[in-house]
């Protein structure tokens, strides 16, 4: 159990491991990209950027778009275009053929098509990564039986789709990354995860523990694209700049803080975990400060009259709460009113 | 203070008094209705029904069409019509003269502006009556010192005005009156208020605490308005047909009474006042459940841009709930939502 819950002392343990593992750290991976909205097609690019050979499931105007221009990505970390002659888009996953790693930049609303479009793409030795919102993971492993490892992804990033074809990445960048339903003797799996990012651009780090990840990434998801959606499609900058909104904001964040290490404590057992606390939460807020009109995903889906990813990102940690028998009263009249909204306009 | 704050024994109290004092019943009285919203409106045409001299301020484009097609009252309880030729109306109060009663159909908004307003019409024995959302009534008594006497009325009704010159009443109407700042040697005076509306087709009951009236009528308003403003803008229908929005309002309903019983304790000392309860909230379930989409005026307010009461409906609620060390987590959330939206919106 200590190996799967301290992150103190893991990174010591990962690194000396990795200095023995010899494995090279410039392998050319195989890589499929199922899911390529803005945040599938920003770090797709980024892996493409490296030298891995990328293959982006596209489909609709983006795709003939990107058939015509190739994908543009401006981006405050330094541009990309990948010319339509270089890019490699398929229009059915079956065409794509078995990769080293599936990187799935889905919404958590499309969870139950997953299987069909993996499978594909799956041998034995492929892994999945899922930069998917939510708390998807042990889902996500019995829906891929077949994948070698599944992994999931936090990406702390401000990045929208403009046009078809056309990435903007705004703010921040990095992504944290960690096995879901961990097995102690599978930790090693961290290190082909690391390498796959080691050459690019992309700041990444690995977490031993994927829920505290996904809890992290909640703190900021649950009260900002929460509230940004609550009050009918409102952005960041809104939100940090309304006096009354702000304290909402900083109330409902220490409300999943306090589930997130509750939880924590419920899966981790005794004092051997960190909690998250203060520096997190103060890193959430300068983030945001600095974010601008920053357009959440979900919000954009509800501006736009398509499916809010409501269950997973939303209503499950809601639920984790009560079960936990933690008060969260702001939260609960927050995701309450984002339920009413997604049952009112009808958004599934 | 037994008189003030005890309704149970000042029925009987205001029944002996009634016998003795040998007012006539059916005086005619002259009546200056300020702010011909859809509530002035309304209770201005059933006073002219029964046979007051009943003199209406209008402005705009209801002046207008009602100089030309007079006044129209579409309602459950009797239509009514005012010919041009009967309908008194004044776009100066000015003009109006001295009247025996003034009666406030202004919103909270318009606080700062009744003194100008109101003294062209007040003389020596001149009474007011204000129905007016929000606890404005010890301000009314400080802007009118001239005023013989200044009462609040708490109406009970769905009526919203649909276009200028017709007013539509669709659920419900009884008004409830009270006087402000009570002194228990005026308490006669609210035999005046009760023989005003006597004649008329309003059910109108008198209580010897405005105070509780208020928090009667808060217990509505301020789950129902206020959700439905906080929703962006939702028919009451929508609230209490929606799984999780009813819920919500059940909550919010149950902090107001709280802070209610908590305002009325620190109001009346001891035991000798009737708190809120059970009884009031399921009365105004089961209104609500009836009222149909019925859009609440500081949402039609909302939607069509202009100043929304929220400082008299729900900041100041909200404060004494503070000040009472009362917990009112939702209330809090939902009035900080409603805050953000005015500030946002810039609706002052």
């Known amino acids: 159990m200590r190996l799967i819950c301290t992150p103190r002392s893991y990174g010591r343990l990962l690194q000396r491991h990795m200095i023995h593992s ?4 410039n392998k050319r991976c195989t890589v499929a990209i199922i899911g390529a909205g803005a945040v599938g097609s920003y770090y797709g690019a980024r892996l493409h950027e490296a030298g891995h050979d990328v293959r982006f499931f596209m489909r609709g105007p983006n795709l003939d778009t990107c058939h015509v221009n190739g994908l543009t990505v401006q981006s405050i970390a330094g541009d990309m275009h990948i010319p339509a002659s270089e890019l490699q888009t398929f229009s059915n996953t079956k065409d794509i053929g078995e990769v080293d790693w599936v990187v799935l930049g889905l919404k958590s609303t499309a969870l139950q098509v997953v299987p069909a479009l993996v499978r594909p793409c799956l041998g034995q030795h492929s892994r999945v990564l899922a930069i998917m919102n939510g708390f998807v993971d042990d889902q996500l492993v019995d829906l891929l039986p077949e994948a070698r490892s599944v992994f999931g992804g936090m990406a702390f990033i401000c990045v929208n789709r403009i046009s078809p074809g056309v990435i903007h990445h705004s703010f921040y960048g990095p992504l944290l990354g960690g096995l879901a339903r961990v097995d102690p003797n599978q930790q090693h799996e961290l290190e082909l ?15 031993p523990t994927l829920l505290r990840g996904r809890w992290e990434k909640s ?4 009260p900002f694209s929460g509230l940004s959606v609550a009050m009918g499609g409102i952005t960041i900058d809104q939100i940090v700049g309304d006096q009354g909104l702000r304290k909402l904001a900083k109330q409902i964040m220490c409300e999943v803080v306090a589930v997130a290490n509750a939880d924590l404590q419920a899966h981790c057992g005794g004092d051997d975990w960190e909690p998250l606390g203060e520096a997190h939460m103060t890193k959430m807020w300068d983030l945001s400060d600095n ?7 979900t919000m954009i889906d509800l501006l ?18 009560w079960a936990l028998g933690v008060e969260v009263p702001y939260m609960h009249m927050m995701v309450t009113q984002i339920e009413a909204i997604q049952r009112m306009r009808n958004l599934f």
């Open 22 to 25: 010899g494995v090279p750290s």
């Open 304 to 321: 736009a009259g398509k499916p809010i990813e409501v269950e997973y990102l939303f209503s499950q940690p809601l639920q984790r709460a």
């Open 219 to 222: 703190a900021w998801n649950i």
């Open 193 to 207: 995860l690391e390498q796959l990012w080691q050459p690019t651009k992309v700041p990444f780090t690995t977490t």
């Open 291 to 297: 974010m601008g009109p920053y357009r959440p995903s």
